[in-house]
């Protein structure tokens, strides 16, 4: 009887991935209440070293966080282990930023760390310890469909906080194995219970609006160290020479500010990247389109489309769902086209694409 409690006990252990935050650490709490046996993973990520960062270490994973990480495991008594992942986070998340970014693209880091470093390194750390699944404080949600017997990834029940967009690259061989236990949550409600729980500091703890591995004001440094600066010239859509810019990387579709151009306000309206020319309007408008095309795709299922489909879609995080139609292209290419033009679609941004509530897969705007 004793061995037949600690084999079910095993088969309900998760890896819980810990970043110090409200959210993963009351996943961690909701986890111990539903019959799960936890372990507490915090991963450790490189950052920007340079003297002109102005953080010095990973917000995402700083001593404070880790120490937090610790407390609360240790008053949940589940045991906490950190895994040094800093080599992974430097060639999957800041190399790609500075590739893209030097290819003139503008990148999308938090879907690429989820698919390519967050959530493979967590279950590389399970099966080393030979545990089935991971969990982590994300706002999502996954159900089986009865009909197709493919997992699916749904948007969650507080849509302002929702994350399926961060999470749409995930493959199916993960998504039966991952649980999100904030995904039927509002996020009051998560708030409520660090509260019952006594975990009053997370009450006041702000959650940080910057990257993970460089300040927002040290970002302009970041750029002219790692990039550089190439002089080009700024022109509007007549071809008037407006100014000279330091450098495309330094602009993405639709910024107005840091242009520095005098009689404005002008919108960066498209990046000339064979020529070097910034091309910037006063016309807002002019800004706005109907028609994408969106590459490098994923598909949930795991299977392309093979005919046109209607859904709703986004060209980034903060935006609503819009209506389109999917037109498939190749094997991993798709056209969306939108009922109403789309403000400042920018190449090497995510677009993603739903049915109702279903995530049906992302790709890379080029």
Known sequence: MNNKKIIENKNKQIVVGLSGGIDSSMALVLLKKQGWNPVGVSLKYNFWQDKKNILKENVCCSL??????????????????ISDVSEEFQKQVIDYFVKELKNKR???PCVVCNRYLKFKQLFKWAKE??????????????????VTQKYELLRAKDLEKDQTYYLSFLPQKWLKNIVFPLGDYQKPEIYNIAKKQKFDVFLKQK???DFCFVAGKSMKYFLEIEIGKKQGLIK?????????HQGLHFYTIGQRK??????????VLKIDKKKNILIVTKDEDKLCQ???IVAHCHFTSGTPFQKKIQVQAKIRYYQKLAKATLFPVSKNTIKLVF?????AITPGQIAVFYQKNVCLGAGKIT
């Not at 840091?258 to 919108?267: A, D, E, Q, V």
């Not at 009922?339 to 403000?343: L, S, T, Y």
């Open 236 to 244: 509007d859509e007549k071809g008037n020479i407006l100014g000279k």
């Open 64 to 81: 404070k966080s880790f120490k937090i990480a610790q407390d609360v495991c240790q008053k949940l008594e589940v045991p906490y282990y």
């Open 129 to 146: 310890h030979n545990i089935q699944h991971v969990a982590t404080g994300h706002y999502a949600r996954i159900r089986k469909n009865s």
């Open 207 to 209: 959650e940080s609006q």
């Open 106 to 108: 503008t990148p999308n």
């Open 258 to 267: 840091g242009i520095n151009l005098p009689n404005g306000p002008y919108f």
């Open 339 to 343: 009922d109403k033009p789309q403000r």
């Open 290 to 292: 109907k028609k994408v």
